[in-house]
């Protein structure tokens, strides 16, 4: 296969014609699929029937400390779903609050707290004339979502193999005050599925921000969601909370996780695990805001589930699902984009996302080429602040919804479109 | 009976003999018994039990709308939640937003919003140099507490058995641009248990404040919680949404309810009903903050309850359960107190409270003897903004709690310590 970039002008006419004709028959079927949103299968979902009815009795729902699950009291959540959470992220249970359905949830309260109320003492930011985050890119589009939201200058990071640019964070951070935050996904990130090496880890931990009020935000989304089931295909990381004990920075990170991708989406349960400190502050923020968060669908996940050996158990009946897609679209992707220059990605080792690198100002073009064939992926440029992606190139595939016959017609209809597109840049750029 | 009033020294004397002796005895016997919060007994939560397994099986997970209630999608609620929840309020459901397990909340994240983001294009509250918030007393102590804790400036006004005072309350909030709400709890108030009468809600609904952004915080709470199953003992009061289109004030009103008195406390699901430009609002803010509520939860809501009729059928078991306990201790306040001149009550129809009026300087002594003698009672003074009760004087009593047995004790415990700490106060009078 040579490369597009190789082809001449008339080369590249025959191929745009061809590649035409694939595009226009595949949009004639009037196909309706989507790898917009890292949205559970059915099928993922199926795998939790159980705890629907895992509780049954009124008898079922009383905790272990003997706290009636289905009234008021436990406002940082039950002991067990602490344990649990705390061993789902590797910390200890009385550094874990256990709260609703969404981490999401945590973290815009966590930033609007911090507007409102400041952090741990210091001036609340709404009184501030700037407040700005860091944001690796390509990021999490919900994420950057909840900083836009609240006015937040937000600045791109490059992610590398092993992480945010570290020599640009540590220099950021330390040059300007008004700096107090950083979004991180630090394994099997959303969207390219980089897990931060132990060095990268380790100089978050130790970074020496301007700000006092400066704080990590650790979204350990995909902490449990691996792809395989062998130790050596498994990424690990550092434990965050640890290394910023280590460093003498121990408020200086906020880690999340919930079991949205675990048991059900929306249906789940959320934590947050920090320094005592930190703790203390937003128990004292969550006893204006709620009584107590459900407990009941706490002691369903903990019943259900049982303990980490269980959870991860239960997370091998995920990848047996997800892993087929992955390699699906990765291996369509191979075969029809390996070798023509116009598309670069990894196949990752767990989470929930393939990242695709188009060629520089394709990446638009390309999710509507995709749209108007029936594929409704992720827009382009929701992986970076504001919506902007500066070189029009990073696209986020989602595999995880669409069945597998499903899924071999949308990559199809991708790679489809990826071609056409930059034949037609190409084509622009011969004219 | 004669009243302590009219009691001479001696008298007083005699009568504070028998009175301790009475209390030093109830004291020994080591009791520990809570009449401090509105927490459901046992045998409330027990009516629920059904809804823990309504939904066994995957396929019972579809939404009306064919919305898999297992995955993301749905901020709004599910259409049967919306309408189960508007039919509570007597809200159209496309005037409803279905929420998570707390619609203290709602209330909370709104008073956030508008000082994060303002009202409606008006200036965040975070950017004003005085906010304040009208709060009708005595009243919830969650509510202040939401207002104390965002610095909001908090001023009294006075409850009457029709509601709030109105002339006061339109006077101020036509005269002072800062004032920005007023906390409502219009049916079966918590404490007094004082439904609105039509005239007041007229009159909420057609207030001219002279801030834009004036809401009025209109917590539901009690809407379906009667004590009593004939409709004449039953209070009723005006749809506010409904008046305050009426009057050409659609957007001043917010409504919350939620079923946490109803199926689980804690366990349940909320809802806020308002305007239209009101919920875009809040759509706008919960679509940064979180991808969807609990769907299943809510769909348990609407598939254990069916309706309207079906939660008010369920209700009336509660009134069931409840009934005798607030007859007991009206009683034994009547047979104990009545006629001494020191301690005024009322008998609601419905809610969770009985609001006691004491000798003014004697609530915070009498709560305290209360616990010495092992009966813990709401904080004297938490009835108002700061906890501070100008007169020292109203006590809440939750009765919902403790068992038909332990109540009657803890009746005799409170109606010992009233007559105590008044005999106290009156031979301080005379000395």
Same mark, same amino acid.
């Given at each position: 296969?040579?490369?597009?970039?190789?082809?001449?002008?008339?080369?590249?006419?025959?191929?745009?014609?061809?590649?035409?004709?694939?595009?226009? &028959?595949?949009?004639?079927?009037?196909?309706?699929?989507?790898?917009?949103?890292?949205?559970?299968?059915?099928?993922?979902?199926?795998?939790?029937?159980?705890?629907?009815?895992?509780?049954?009795?009124?008898?079922?729902?009383?905790?272990?400390?003997?706290?009636?699950?289905?009234?008021?009291?436990?406002?940082?959540?039950?002991?067990?779903?602490?344990?649990? /959470?705390?061993?789902?992220?590797?910390?200890?249970?009385?550094?874990?609050?256990?709260?609703?359905?969404?981490?999401?949830?945590?973290?815009?309260?966590?930033?609007?707290?911090?507007?409102?109320?400041?952090?741990?003492?210091?001036?609340?930011?709404?009184?501030?004339?700037?407040?700005?985050?860091?944001?690796?890119?390509?990021?999490?589009?919900?994420?950057f979502g909840i900083t836009e939201y609240f006015g937040v200058e937000m600045i791109n990071v490059p992610m590398t193999p092993?992480?945010?640019?570290?020599?640009?964070?540590?220099?950021?951070?330390?040059?300007?005050?008004?700096?107090?935050?950083?979004?991180?996904?630090?394994?099997?990130?959303?969207?390219q599925g980089i897990s931060y090496s132990d060095e990268t880890v380790r100089r978050f931990a130790s970074l020496k921000p301007?700000?006092?009020?400066?704080?990590?935000?650790?979204?350990?989304?995909?902490?449990?969601?691996?792809?395989?089931?062998?130790?050596?295909?498994?990424?690990?990381?550092?434990?965050?909370i640890e290394e910023c004990e280590k460093a003498g920075n121990p408020d200086m990170v906020y880690e999340f996780a919930s079991?949205?991708?675990?048991?059900?989406?929306?249906?789940?349960?959320?934590?947050?695990?920090?320094?005592? $400190?930190?703790? &203390?502050?937003?128990?004292?923020? /969550?006893?204006?805001?709620?009584?107590?968060?459900?407990?009941?669908?706490?002691?369903?996940?903990?019943?259900?589930?049982?303990?980490?050996?269980?959870?991860?158990?239960?997370? /091998?009946?995920?990848?047996?699902?997800?892993?087929?897609?992955?390699?699906?679209?990765?291996?369509?992707?191979?075969?029809?984009?390996?070798?023509?220059?116009?598309?670069?990605?990894?196949?990752?080792?767990?989470?929930?996302?393939?990242?695709?690198?188009?060629?520089?100002?394709?990446?638009?073009?390309?999710?509507?080429?995709?749209?108007?064939?029936?594929?409704?992926?992720?827009?382009?440029?929701?992986?970076?602040?504001?919506?902007?992606?500066?070189?029009?190139?990073?696209?986020?595939?989602?595999?995880?919804?669409?069945?597998?016959?499903?899924?071999?017609?949308? $990559?199809?209809?991708?790679?489809?479109?990826?071609?056409?597109?930059?034949?037609?840049?190409?084509?622009?750029?011969?004219?």
């Open positions: 296969m040579r490369a597009y970039g190789e082809l001449n002008r008339e080369e590249l006419l025959a191929m745009k014609q061809e590649v035409e004709a694939s595009y226009e &028959e595949a949009r004639g079927k009037g196909l309706k699929l989507d790898m917009s949103r890292g949205k559970p299968s059915k099928k993922q979902l199926d795998l939790a029937e159980g705890m629907l009815t895992v509780i049954s009795s009124n008898e079922d729902c009383m905790a272990e400390d003997g706290l009636d699950c289905r009234n008021y009291g436990g406002p940082v959540g039950i002991p067990e779903a602490r344990r649990f /959470m705390g061993d789902i992220m590797g910390v200890p249970m009385d550094q874990v609050i256990v709260c609703g359905n969404a981490s999401l949830t945590i973290m815009f309260d966590t930033v609007s707290r911090s507007f409102t109320h400041g952090v741990l003492g210091n001036t609340p930011w709404s009184k501030l004339d700037r407040v700005k985050f860091l944001c690796p890119v390509p990021g999490y589009d919900r994420h092993e992480g945010p640019d570290m020599d640009l964070v540590e220099k950021l951070v330390a040059g300007d005050e008004s700096i107090k935050g950083i979004w991180c996904v630090p394994k099997y990130s959303n969207p301007a700000a006092k009020d400066f704080r990590i935000f650790w979204d350990n989304a995909y902490c449990i969601h691996h792809l395989y089931e062998e130790a050596e295909k498994q990424d690990q990381i550092l434990n965050i079991t949205s991708k675990v048991s059900f989406a929306g249906g789940g349960i959320s934590a947050v695990a920090s320094s005592k $400190a930190n703790l &203390e502050e937003i128990k004292r923020h /969550m006893n204006y805001q709620i009584i107590s968060h459900d407990k009941i669908n706490q002691l369903r996940h903990v019943k259900f589930f049982r303990d980490l050996e269980g959870v991860k158990a239960h997370m /091998m009946k995920h990848a047996a699902i997800m892993r087929p897609k992955f390699e699906t679209v990765v291996s369509v992707l191979e075969k029809e984009l390996g070798g023509l220059g116009i598309g670069s990605w990894q196949m990752p080792k767990g989470g929930y996302f393939i990242s695709f690198d188009a060629m520089p100002g394709c990446a638009r073009a390309i999710v509507a080429r995709a749209k108007e064939a029936g594929l409704v992926m992720t827009g382009a440029g929701a992986t970076y602040p504001y919506g902007k992606d500066p070189e029009d190139s990073n696209i986020r595939i989602a595999p995880s919804l669409p069945t597998p016959e499903e899924l071999a017609v949308a $990559a199809d209809i991708f790679v489809l479109s990826v071609k056409l597109v930059s034949l037609e840049k190409l084509l622009e750029e011969k004219a």
